[in-house]
């Protein structure tokens, strides 16, 4: 059955990792499991230093500066009980930039949340805008 906006961004809220999709110029969409923080309509996800990487300017920061259009899906799976499955979808958009404020918000969030962001291991928290979401549920 189709979520209610409300009960989707419920869900959304209280998942604690998703895929974020964004789009490759080249070989379409690129899809990266995150973790992330929602704020109000505002969604932050760390650019890390915890895992290793070659840069800290990652691939789907140069992905969303070409298109700033991102998607954030999360779902629910049990194997033996279907009634149980569900999965939201997040439509955002990265205005560029983040305000200080709320990046600072979103970094203190994913550090309360998150154990391993206790102390901030982060380059950055890309803020992007929650413009809709949608979601469904094998039962309510």
Not at 46 to 60: G, I, M
Request: proline letters at 6%.
């Amino acid at each position: 059955m189709k979520l209610t906006a409300a009960d989707a961004r419920d869900r959304l809220a209280g998942a604690d990792h998703g895929v974020l999709c964004t789009v490759h110029h080249r070989r379409g969409v690129d899809a990266v499991p995150v973790v992330y923080a929602i704020n109000g309509d505002l969604v932050g996800i760390p650019v890390d230093t915890v895992k290793p990487k070659s840069s800290n300017h990652l691939q789907r920061e140069r992905n969303l500066q070409a298109d700033p259009r991102a998607t954030l899906l999360v779902e629910h799976w049990d194997r033996d009980d279907w009634s149980r499955l569900w999965w939201v979808r997040a439509e955002l958009r990265w205005p560029g930039d983040a305000d200080p404020a709320e990046a600072e918000a979103l970094a203190g969030q994913l550090a309360a949340d998150y154990p391993q962001y206790g102390d901030r291991p982060f380059a950055r928290v890309l803020v992007l805008h929650l413009v809709g979401v949608t979601g469904w549920a094998a039962e309510s």
